[in-house]
């Protein structure tokens, strides 16, 4: 894992502030395909990053409608996880779900966002210090992650093209597609709703 995002922070598509990462704006990461967030992208599925990272094979791609070549499964199972990852995912998807109701009244304030914010990135920041995967899925879960870490971007105010609301709808279909690529028995990510 830690490879794989070193990759991605000297291709310039993530970012390193201490010991997180963060998704790079845009326009540093033009070379690798990345579009910016806007209000439709929110709702449809993001695979921005997909094309940032290196594509082995896009035979075995995932079927998924709309996923990029980087979401596939392990021939037609969700990949393995293991412990540190599960224990991350479960948090940050705890965390999301908590400040739904929130989110959708509209009384989401600025300092809930960017507590919510802080816990994503110390949980990806857990699952690249400890989560050990086979390379084909920890490929897979580098592209979910860098779909999760624009979200977050977004939620914590630093992008410009998205409101904070569709920061987090865009970390829920990142957590939607861990569900769909990743073994975690009782996960279940939080559903968006409209």
Same mark, same amino acid.
């Given at each position: 894992?830690?490879?794989?995002?070193?990759?991605?922070?000297?291709?310039g598509?993530?970012?390193?502030?201490?010991?997180? $990462?963060?998704?790079?704006?845009?326009?540093?990461? /033009?070379?690798?395909? /990345?579009?910016?967030?806007?209000?439709? *992208?929110?709702?449809? +599925? *993001?695979? *921005?990053?997909?094309?940032?990272?290196?594509?082995? %094979?896009?035979?075995?791609?995932h /079927?998924? =409608?709309?996923?990029?070549?980087?979401? !596939?499964?392990?021939?037609?199972?969700?990949?393995?996880?293991?412990?540190?990852? !599960?224990?991350?995912?479960?948090?940050?998807? *705890?965390?999301?779900?908590?400040?739904?109701?929130? $989110?959708?009244?509209?009384?989401?304030? =600025? %300092?809930?966002y =960017?507590?919510? @914010? !802080?816990?994503?990135?110390?949980?990806?920041?857990?699952?690249?210090?400890?989560?050990?995967?086979?390379?084909?899925?920890?490929?897979?879960?580098?592209?979910?992650?860098?779909?999760?870490?624009? @979200?977050?971007? /977004?939620?914590q105010?630093?992008?410009a093209?998205?409101?904070?609301?569709?920061?987090?709808?865009?970390?829920?279909?990142?957590?939607?597609q861990?569900?769909d690529?990743?073994?975690? +028995?009782?996960?279940?990510?939080?559903?968006?709703?409209?």
């Amino acid at each position: 894992m830690k490879a794989r995002f070193n990759h991605l922070l000297a291709a310039g598509v993530l970012t390193a502030v201490g010991p997180l $990462v963060f998704a790079a704006p845009a326009a540093a990461a /033009a070379d690798h395909a /990345a579009e910016p967030m806007h209000a439709s *992208a929110a709702h449809e +599925p *993001a695979d *921005a990053h997909a094309g940032a990272a290196h594509s082995h %094979s896009h035979a075995h791609s995932h /079927a998924h =409608d709309g996923d990029g070549p980087m979401l !596939r499964l392990d021939d037609g199972r969700k990949w393995a996880t293991d412990e540190a990852l !599960r224990a991350s995912m479960a948090r940050i998807g *705890a965390a999301v779900e908590a400040t739904l109701p929130v $989110v959708h009244a509209g009384r989401m304030n =600025d %300092s809930q966002y =960017d507590a919510l @914010g !802080r816990e994503i990135d110390a949980q990806v920041a857990n699952i690249v210090q400890n989560c050990e995967l086979e390379p084909a899925a920890d490929e897979v879960l580098h592209a979910i992650l860098a779909t999760m870490l624009e @979200g977050n971007e /977004a939620l914590q105010g630093k992008h410009a093209r998205a409101s904070r609301s569709e920061g987090v709808v865009h970390v829920v279909r990142s957590l939607e597609q861990y569900a769909d690529h990743f073994e975690h +028995p009782g996960f279940r990510a939080p559903k968006p709703g409209h």
